[in-house]
């Protein structure tokens, strides 16, 4: 009966589990699905479907099919899920805590939206889960385990549209093979694998972790490739004027966090990644910068301790094109500054951990950088200068405690300058610290650089052009570079500029070149001397080979090398104005100026070879030119601290013919210039002068040749020179019209000062003051040329005697005793000289002007009639005795005087001393001689006899005695007066004056 009743119990059990099971099984899943859809449309406030939800009660799996949750409009799914399946375990009993042998969601779709600035398409759903009342805090946290946890064929799309981006993760699996803190699996690690295509890039991550352990250790494996990034950059918080066009990232990385209860948590990173095919355009779409790869290698690193040990960066082909603006900024640094915010106020840094980083490589491959300047002042459009084949390599770079480490640094750089030149250089740098300054010790090598690209930053300052030109430079380069002090460089090495060929701007012509000027052993040093300049400059030899010069006298007047240099800007009204106006005396006073000192300069040699330098005169017309060639010549040491000058020898060719040759001594190092210097040239040709005596004098030069011998002095700023000039069978055509020619006779001249040789040999001294600003040396040299023909005008036979070595005071004339015509022996001594000079100048003509003082002659002439009278009575008793008989050629004797002077006296009409007789007393020689000079008839017209006597006398003398040709003798009317003697001689003289 109780077993009846037993079973009958059991099987009433039964049919109610039983019955309970079916009605589960039957009515539990749609009840579910209500249930789930229900309260969860209401903690997140939106609308929720589930199509179906499946149990196995048997299997103790429970599975969820087509859950939607929509937008918060409704209409459009937010997320979707596919089927989320689960397995509960019978462990859960033994652990009192649930217990999952699988979770598996399958074919989730999620659709995020960014609708403004700030809001989400899941911003509500957000606000409604942080508006719900905290739970109470719980002693303990829930305990669980689950396993086999995996997410597949996900999908998410990210609709920003406030960037106008979309981004798409497809394929997306996600594998966990536990998670769990239960105390039999917590020591155990979790082994996840997200895998996914991002944007169509692949990402992988991988690793274990003990998210529940005391510790939380935990690994990941990241696996990125070729994530395209040009799409993210709207996302950022910040935007830049640049546009990036392209952009992709790799990584392989290894994440490993740890939660040290002791030692709090550490974060270590390690493994590699890459920034490949990038290119940055700016708003114009030009390109600003692009590489073909940055690759970072990192050894073990910790973020979260701001230590990264980086054991390479490799940037393989960057390309960079700066260009400065107008305004003076870089396009690419303007690129790069965030767009449209104001820049924050200054604020210091929070303290934290001090950055500690060690890079044991860092190298560019192939580099280019395209450098563009528009902010340099000249007008030509801007020019582009290109580095290319960049290689750099710096290692053992890092820093420690917030400074950088003590030891050098190694760097090693080489490019190319605009396909052509090289750039070399390599050594070490010292990293500034608080007690280091920054330092560098490299060798430099610069080969085929070229100048022209410096052209645009003195375009302003020259108006002279390069057009080619290449420097080189080895060398070693030192430098130290304290802070708020005189920076410290040397330089040791030979450097050389090569094929420079500079252009006059104004008229494109040929300024300076030359093949090759050498340094050797320079020796540059700049650093803070005490009581000197701190440049210190030698040079062991200047060698420059194959030279050309151009010196051209402008249309203007103006030599071209006065303008080399651009004149500056003339100030405006107001500022001349305001420039003018008085300052205060207090406004004047301040601190002394410290004295300013030349810089030290020392050569030890300069050597010219191959010279030439050409000279045009365009200001003349016809134009004239000239060349130096052949120039060779050495220069010996110069110092600019010693006074000591240095041996200058030069020689060349005047048009490749005429020799020339200047020696001397000069220190143009000096403070004040020292120069010494004699030049010879021999045979120059004056037909090439033909422009210049055409202009200048008025005749052009048919013939002729030139040879000078010049001595210079330059000291104590004056200037000293003998200028001796040779000119040899000087002749010239016709008369031309010139406004310029001068109103001189030329002519007579050169006729002048040429023999009958054909040869002119003049001395030209020149001497000047160099702080004269109107000081200069062709300036003086053709005032001497003008002033030796004024005074062969003036003063002709000052110039004849000069060229004899005579008194030039005493050849214009000749004295007579007064009353006399009779040439002294003194007078025909400076006749002998004046007939050799005439001899010597075929082409001369002199004219003879006989000339007496009645003044300071009466005495003398009443002494020269008395005798005349006597010399008469001699004659005329010579002819009684049929004697021939010339005046000039009879004499008196003394024995004969009284006679003579008796009958002479006789002879005169004046009244005479009579005896008581009444007849003619006769008197002693004495008394005979003072009557006869009482009344002896000196009027004008004897005068003029002797004065035209005299004339006539240094005529024939010159004519018999000095042999001068009478046809180049002229008797011109005679003088009665001393008017216009100025050289202080006698009165009673014959003048000389000559003609051509």
């Known amino acids: ?406 030891h050098p640094i190694p760097v090693q750089l080489t490019a190319r300058h605009n396909d052509h030149g090289e750039v070399n250089v390599s050594g070490q740098l010292s990293l500034p610290r608080p007690q280091q300054p920054f330092a560098a010790q490299l060798a430099v090598g610069l080969h085929g650089l070229e100048l022209t690209a410096a052209q645009p930053y003195v375009a302003d300052q020259l108006n002279v052009a390069l057009t080619r030109g290449e420097l080189f430079c080895d060398g070693r380069l030192e430098m130290v570079l304290p802070q708020g002090q005189t920076p410290q460089i040397r330089f040791n090495g030979d450097a050389a500029v090569k094929g420079l060929r500079s252009v006059d701007k104004s008229g494109g012509d040929d300024f300076l070149r030359w093949k090759n000027l050498a340094f050797k052993t320079l020796q540059v040093s700049y650093q803070d001397r005490p009581q000197a300049n701190p440049l210190d400059l030698g040079v062991g030899e200047i060698a420059l080979d194959d030279f050309y010069a151009r010196v051209i006298i402008k249309p203007t007047g103006k030599l071209n090398l006065q303008e080399i240099l651009k004149t500056a800007t003339e100030p405006s009204s107001s500022a001349a104005a305001a420039s003018a106006a008085p300052v205060p005396v207090e406004a004047t006073k301040g601190p002394v100026k410290p004295k300013a000192y030349s810089p030290h300069i020392a050569i030890g040699r300069i050597v010219m070879n191959g010279g030439r330098m050409d000279f045009a005169d365009n200001y003349i017309k016809p134009n004239y030119a000239a060349n130096l060639t052949d120039l060779n010549g050495t220069v010996s040491a110069l110092d600019s601290a010693k006074s000591q000058p240095a041996d200058l020898t030069l020689r060349g060719r005047i048009d490749h013919d005429s020799p020339l040759s200047i020696s001397g001594q000069v220190n143009p190092l000096a403070p ?138 005493e050849l214009g004339y000749v004295t007579f005793a007064p009353g006399s015509d009779e040439l002294s022996d003194a007078s025909k001594t400076k006749l002998d000289s004046l007939a050799k000079i005439l001899l010597d100048r075929p082409a001369l003509k002199l004219e003879i002007a006989g000339r007496v003082d009645p003044a300071t002659e009466q005495d003398g002439a009443k002494r020269a009639y008395v005798a005349s009278r006597v010399k008469a009575q001699k004659v005329a008793d010579l002819v009684k005795q049929g004697q021939a008989a010339n005046s000039e050629q009879v004499t008196v004797s003394a024995a004969e005087y009284p006679k003579y002077l008796e009958r002479a006296y006789l002879a005169e009409p004046f009244d005479k001393p009579r005896n008581v007789l009444g007849m003619t007393k006769s008197l002693p020689v004495p008394e005979m001689e003072k009557l006869m000079l009482q009344h002896a008839l000196v009027d004008e017209m004897w005068f003029k006899s002797i004065a035209d006597a005299r004339a006539l006398a240094v005529k024939k003398y010159l004519d018999e005695q000095g042999h001068v040709p009478v046809d180049r003798l002229f008797l011109v009317e005679s003088k009665l007066t001393p008017a216009g003697i100025t050289d202080g001689g006698a009165p009673q003289r014959v003048d000389f004056s000559l003609t051509h």
Do not use: C
Not at 94 to 106: F, G, I, K, N, W
Not at 751 to 757: A, G, M
Not at 795 to 809: H, I, K
């Open 1 to 406: 009966m109780n077993w009846t009743k037993g079973r009958v119990a059991a099987a009433a059990a039964l049919g109610v589990v039983v019955s309970a099971a079916v009605s589960v099984t039957v009515w539990g899943p749609d009840w579910i699905r209500q249930t789930v859809a229900e309260q969860l449309g209401q903690t997140l406030g939106r609308r929720v479907t589930l199509d179906r939800v499946e149990v196995q009660w048997l299997h103790l799996k429970a599975g969820l099919n087509g859950l939607t949750i929509y937008e918060a409009d409704g209409q459009r799914p937010f997320v979707r899920v596919g089927r989320v399946q689960t397995q509960l375990s019978l462990a859960s009993l033994r652990h009192l805590a649930p217990v999952l042998d699988s979770l598996e969601v399958t074919s989730p779709e999620v659709h995020l939206a960014r609708l403004d600035a700030t809001h989400w398409n899941y911003s509500d759903i957000v606000a409604k889960l942080a508006a719900r009342p905290a739970p109470p805090p719980s002693s303990e946290p829930a305990r669980f385990s689950v396993n086999n946890i995996a997410l597949r064929q996900g999908q998410v799309t990210w609709d920003d549209r406030v960037s106008g981006t979309r981004h798409d993760i497809r394929d997306l699996l996600i594998t966990l093979p536990f998670i769990s803190n239960l105390p039999y699996v917590a020591e155990q690690f979790t082994k996840p694998v997200i895998r996914a295509r991002v944007d169509g890039s692949q990402l992988q991550v991988s690793g274990q972790s003990r998210p529940f352990a005391p510790t939380r250790d935990a690994d990941l494996n990241i696996v990125l490739n070729d994530l395209p990034l040009t799409s993210y950059v709207p996302l950022l918080p910040i935007q830049w004027g640049g546009k990036l066009d392209k952009a992709a990232l790799n990584a392989r990385l290894t994440l490993t966090f740890r939660q040290d209860p002791a030692k709090g948590p550490s974060l270590h990173l390690k493994g590699q990644a890459a920034l490949n095919d990038v290119a940055l355009l700016d708003e114009e779409g030009d390109e600003l910068l692009q590489w073909r790869a940055l690759s970072v290698k990192l050894a073990d690193s910790e973020p979260l301790n701001n230590r990264w040990n980086v054991q390479q960066v490799v940037w393989d082909a960057p390309v960079a094109w700066l260009e400065r603006q107008r305004n003076g900024q870089l396009s690419l640094i303007e690129a790069l500054q965030p767009q449209g915010q104001k820049p924050a106020p200054a604020q210091s840094a929070p303290a934290g951990t001090p950055l500690q980083f060690k890079l044991a490589q860092f190298q560019v491959h192939d580099g280019s950088v395209h450098w563009v300047d528009a902010a340099v002042p000249d007008r030509e459009p801007p020019r582009a200068q290109d580095f290319s084949n960049i290689e750099l390599t710096v290692s053992d770079l890092g820093m420690a405690k917030g400074q950088f480490v003590d």
């Open 672 to 809: 004040q210039l020292y120069l010494q210097l004699a030049a010879h040239a021999t045979d120059i040709e004056l037909t090439r002068l033909t422009p210049y005596s055409a202009k200048y004098a008025g005749y052009p030069i048919t013939k002729g040749k030139l040879s000078v011998d010049l001595k210079y002095l330059i000291e104590n700023g004056k200037l000293d020179a003998q200028n001796q000039v040779y000119v040899n069978q000087l002749t010239f055509g016709g008369h031309v019209d010139s406004p310029d020619a001068t109103k001189l006779p030329v002519l007579f001249a050169i006729s002048l000062l040429t023999n009958s040789k054909g040869e002119m040999d003049v001395n030209l001294p020149i001497s000047g003051t160099l702080s004269d600003p109107d000081f200069s040396i062709g300036g003086l040299v053709w005032r001497v040329v003008v002033n030796l023909i004024e005074k062969a005008v003036t003063a002709p036979f000052s110039v004849l005697a000069s060229a004899l070595g005579g008194d030039a005071s």
